[in-house]
Each structure stands twice: as C-alpha cells, then as structure tokens.
C-alpha cells in the first residue's frame, strides 16, 4: 500500500480549473519531483497535500488516514517555502524548536532535537543568529532544520532553491540529495528546473495544465517520453525537434522524408506502438548527445551558430536547412567557427512524435 | 572638521530657528515654574533664569514646600494624583485600543469569514464621523451604566478598538508574508497562537509607532476626560490644569503653579519619545530591508 496517495483531486479557483484530476501515488521513503512550467499547478497540489489549500474533489490520504479536509496540523507533514519562512523575530534555535514549544515539549527534549538536527545540517554555530544575519544558504538550512526537527511523515519542498545562486543551488542540491539517504523520509519536491528534478527524484511526475503528462523515474522519462512536452521539458539541453513526415510506414521500420535531412529518405527502425500510415506527419526528436559529427555517412546537415566550450565537452547550437534549431553535445573539444556546414548522423534509435504529439515508441 | 557650504549653513540656520521656536515655550513654562511667584512679573521680559526654586513644583505635587500662596480659595489640586490619573488613562486607553485592534486589523487582512469586507468599511465609514458628534451619547451610554467618574467609563470608549488604529493595523498586516502564518500553521499554531507569536512581533515597529501616537492623544485628551472624569481620583492632568486655572481668580492666575504643572504635565511624554524615537527610526529602516 502507498505512503501518499493522492486520487482524482481537482482544484477549483472560482471559475478556473487549475487541477485536474490528478492521481499520484508515492511509496515511503520515497522522492517525488512534480516539475512543470510555472502556471502548471505544481505548487498548488502540493500546497493541497500540505492543506494550505482546499481540495476541491478527490481524496488524498497519509499512511493509510483520509486526509482530505484535516488541518494542516494533523496531517504530520512539513514544509519547506520557496521563501524559507523564517518566523524573522526569533533566532534559528527558536524557529527549528516552533514546533516543539507550540506542542509545550519538555525543554530537554527541545534542546536536544534541536541540537541533532543542527548537527545534521552543519548549522550549531548559527542557532543564536536571527534570519537576517544569515546568508541564503544558511537560511535555507534552517528552514530545513525547522522541517526535520519534527520528523514528519512526508517533506514538502516547495522549489526551495530557486532564491539561491548558481553555484549554491548545486551545493544545496546535492545536501537535500545526502539528506534523504540520511533519513530516508518520503519528500514530494516541487520545481520547475528540470535539472533539480533529474538528479533528485526517484520518480519525477510532469505536471501541465493541471494534469500529469507522465510519471517515471528520471531515466524513464528521459529515454520514453510519452508526448513532446515531456521530451521537450525534460533534458538538458533540449531535444531537438524535426518536423517530417512518413513515406512508408511499418511495424518495425518507418520511412521518413525530413526537410532538414541531407538525403531523400532515411530509415528510423522500429518497434513503433502502432501501424503507422505514409503521409502522416511526425516529428523526429534527437537528444544532442545523440548527435555526431560525421563526414562520412552525414544524415542532416546544419550550420553552427556557436559553441560553447565547457571544458570537457562542446555545446554546439546550430540550425537545420529548415531552420529548426538544435543543439549537440560533443564529447570532445571541437573548433568549429560559426557559419560552418556540418554534417551529422545520429546513433541509437531517434524518438518519433505522431501528429498529436504522441511517441510512438511503446 | 569639514567646512559648511553657504547652503548647508542657510539650512542650518533656519533648522536651529525652528529648533528654538519649537523650544521656546517649554523653556518658559520651565522657567516660570523654577520661579519664585515674586519674581515673575518683575523679570517677565528677560529669558535667562532669574531665581530658582523647586518650591512650585513641590507645591502642586501636595508636598510641603516653602512657597505658601494666600489668595487660595479651594482645596489644593494634587498634581502627583493627576500625573497617576494619567499615567493610568493612558496606560489603558493605549495598551487596550492596540491589542484590540491588531486582534482585528488581523482578522480583517488574515482571516476569512462572510461580510468581512462589508464590516471592515462600515469600520472605515465609522472613521468619518467627527468625534465631536459621539460626545453625547457616548456620554449618556457611561452615565446610564454608572461610570461617571470611574477608569472605566473614561476609557470605555478608545479601549476596545479605533477605526484609524484598525486600519493602521490592518495595512501592515496584510504586507507581510504569509508564508509565516502558513508555516506556524503547519507546525500546529492556533489561529490565536499564529497571531501573538509570528504575527504581531514582526510588527514591532509600527506597533512602536501606533503608540507613540496614541500615547500622545490619550496623554493631551481633554474633553472626555473632562465630562466623565471630573472626581479627582480620576481626573487627568489635563482635566486638573484646566480646574487649577479656574480656581484662581480672574485676571491672577498663579502663574508659577500652572507652570510647574505643565513641565510636570511635559515629563512623561519627553521621556517616551527619547525611548521609542529611536525604535521609529529603526523600524523606518529595517522596513526596507528583506
């Protein structure tokens, strides 16, 4: 049985549907990233699950209790705010103990659960420190700290590192990572970067428009996305899109004719999901990493616009013949200028989108 | 030392005009008060001190003093009682109308409950009516229950809450984040606990700022006090000038006493503003920062 199960929950502003029906399931221990674009209603499901927000239709139960209508209170969750929410009157110690002082904990017990959880974030020297003497990475740690202070049954993240830099968004990234294999408690974590959701989930659920568009661990949805949203959304940087459309289609292969492509035809092998007709339109997508230079048997050719020199690798942006742009990791270093002529092949087996923007990949 | 431009030093002159302006009649009633009653009239035209004596001072605060008038008619006024009188009035009045308002400038911006909006303007419209207008039945109400002359009857009507103090309130309540009140609810605060514990001390500051302005109202009301609380238990000290003015007989006042009375009158809200100036002042300008 589930930890989390969250079934046809709808939410209703006024007129506006911003979910949908919406069903999720999560098993303890485990983290799920609900990424979309803003507007997507991300942030409202998971305030729904906090009971911040109304649920307007659909249940959504904890550890087995319904806990559609209780109080935020009783549903023994914590939350983690985009803004941290530090209370800004009182030191960190008094905000990481809110909770415990609220619930008249004995003072020994406070001081104790406090001080472990400082040690576990690296925050002991701070605990006298008022939120605004803090830097944004230590705020956030606090904020943490207030969290796993009550051991709750499910953490909340609501896009908890978008406040903080680059460079900082990284460190905090892999510290949630360290601290979910400390504690092993089951995290639902909202964000909109498709980075933070790759590394981080166990299972990322891509919401838009109200509704999931596919849930899957981060390499499922990143080798099978179900539609062109997800595999546009997903990956970065993003997979290339090539309109084309069918010639002769077949169970295990599919002849298409591509205007960025450099011959006629080319042959994407299959399995395909379902019989494909010639004249339907499809759309080729193509990860970069997918993509290599290729003098020899070239199957799109396309201009560089730059390319940028990672260290390591090369990020080439160009565009197709049909002035589709794309993008193609290179393992290696390449010095290519802009303007030039270059000539691709792509390995593996390339996703191709029906016209409904459905893969028809199984 | 940096040398002042003719501008700068244009500016200067005219703020330390202003300065003495402002200061001018407190240095005289402190004056006369630190006089002997002999020597007013005879140096009324010199600013500096010409003689000093604690002997006024000590006289309208009921203590013995060397300084005996003859002409009085009535029973000496005890300005010690009316500075208590004060204190207490105001004590209340400000502390009450604060609590009271923020518990609903909060409800008003936090809260949702059917007619708030509705409620809250016939709050604002209640603003508009002149004080003046609510003297007498308001007056009637405090006689009809009994509180002529009691605390009671003469805080009755600012304790509970005051359209501006409301609104003040209100406004800033409804600027600060409220990701505090959902967080404190999520760690299982009460609607009252979200309120006394996130809720009103951010607001510190223009909490700080709303008493300072109610303590200067209440400490210079002068008309309620004076229709309700004219026992001198109670009466205030603005209440009690007014009476020791009218004790004396027209056209000789005693002068000393009354400006001793005044300074005494003067302390109080001296000190308060030394004290919390600087918490306005801070409060302007942590408000600015996230």
New interface residues.
């Given amino acids: 049985m589930s930890f989390l199960s969250i079934d046809r929950v709808t939410k209703q502003f006024g007129i506006v549907q911003v979910i949908k029906g919406v069903s999720i399931e999560a098993r303890k221990g485990e983290f799920i990233v609900f990424v979309g674009p803003s507007g997507c209603g991300k942030s409202t499901l998971l305030r729904m699950i906090?009971?911040?927000e109304e649920t307007s239709g659909g249940t959504i139960a904890i550890d087995g209790e319904d806990v559609t209508h209780a109080d935020?209170?009783r549903r023994h969750?914590?939350?983690v705010?985009?803004?941290y929410?530090l209370?800004?009157?009182l030191n960190v110690f008094d905000n990481i103990a809110?909770?415990m002082q609220?619930?008249k904990v004995p003072r020994a017990e406070i001081r104790s659960r406090v001080e472990e959880a400082a040690r576990i974030l690296r925050i002991e020297p701070l605990l006298d420190r008022k939120p605004?003497q803090l830097s944004g990475g230590q705020r956030q740690r606090a904020a943490i700290g207030?969290a796993i202070v009550?051991k709750p049954k499910i953490f909340l993240f609501d896009e908890p590192l978008s406040n903080l830099d680059a460079e900082l968004r990284t460190r905090m990234r892999v510290e949630i990572a360290r601290l979910h294999q400390a504690i092993g408690a089951t995290m639902i974590y909202v964000t909109h970067d498709q980075v933070e959701a790759m590394t981080l989930a166990d299972r990322i659920v891509v919401l838009r428009n109200g509704l999931v568009e596919q849930t899957g661990s981060p390499s499922e949805l990143y080798d099978r996305p179900r539609n062109l949203f997800v595999a546009g959304f997903l990956g970065s940087p993003r997979m290339a899109l090539l309109p084309a459309r069918v010639i002769r289609g077949g169970p295990d292969q599919l002849t298409l004719s591509c205007p960025a492509c450099t011959g006629p035809e080319i042959d994407v092998p299959g399995p395909f999901r379902r019989e494909v007709r010639s004249g339907e339109p499809v759309t080729l997508g193509l990860r970069p990493e997918t993509l290599r230079w290729d003098a020899a048997d070239p199957m799109l050719t396309v201009r560089v616009e730059i390319t940028e020199n990672l260290g390591g690798s090369t990020l080439v942006h160009a565009t197709t013949s049909d002035h589709q742009a794309l993008i193609m990791t290179a393992a290696e270093r390449l010095a290519v200028t802009p303007g030039t002529l270059m000539p691709l092949s792509f390995g593996g087996h390339p996703h191709v989108f029906d016209g409904e923007g459905e893969t028809l990949r199984p | 030392m940096t040398k002042l431009s003719p501008q700068a030093f244009l500016g200067y002159a005219i703020l330390a005009l202003f300065v003495v302006l402002s200061l001018l009649p407190l240095w005289m009633s402190l004056k006369i008060g630190l006089s002997y009653p002999t020597d007013v009239f005879g140096d009324a035209e010199r600013l500096g001190m010409t003689s000093l004596t604690f002997g006024n001072v000590l006289r309208v605060m009921g203590l013995p003093s060397d300084i005996q008038l003859t002409a009085f008619r009535a029973a000496p006024i005890d300005f010690t009682v009316a500075l208590r009188n004060s204190l207490i009035y105001t004590v209340l009045t400000v502390t009450g109308q604060i609590f009271f308002s923020a518990l609903a400038g909060y409800a008003f911006a936090r809260m949702r409950f059917p007619g708030r909006d509705l409620l809250f303007f016939a709050f604002l419209a209640a603003a508009m009516i002149p004080g003046i207008v609510l003297f007498i039945p308001n007056f009637i109400l405090v006689k009809d229950l009994g509180l002529l002359n009691t605390f009671a009857g003469m805080v009755a009507p600012t304790i509970l809450m005051t359209p501006f103090a409301v609104f003040f309130l209100r406004q800033f309540f409804m600027t600060a984040p409220k990701e505090l009140d959902e967080a404190a609810r999520l760690e299982g605060a009460s609607a009252f606990q979200i309120f006394w514990r996130v809720a009103l001390p951010i607001q510190k500051g223009p909490i700080a700022t709303l008493a300072i302005l109610l303590t200067i109202n209440s400490w210079n009301d002068f008309f309620w006090p004076f229709l309700v609380g004219r026992d001198p238990d109670v009466r205030v000290m603005a209440v009690a000038l007014a009476d020791f003015i009218s004790q004396t007989g027209r056209g000789t006042p005693d002068w000393t006493g009354l400006m001793a009375a005044v300074t005494l009158s003067t302390i109080p809200v001296l000190v308060m503003l030394v004290v919390f100036g600087r918490q306005i002042v801070e409060s302007l300008q942590t408000s600015g920062m996230k």
């Fill in positions: 906090a009971g911040l935020p209170a969750i914590a939350m705010f985009q803004s929410a209370f800004p009157h809110f909770g609220i619930k605004r207030r009550r």
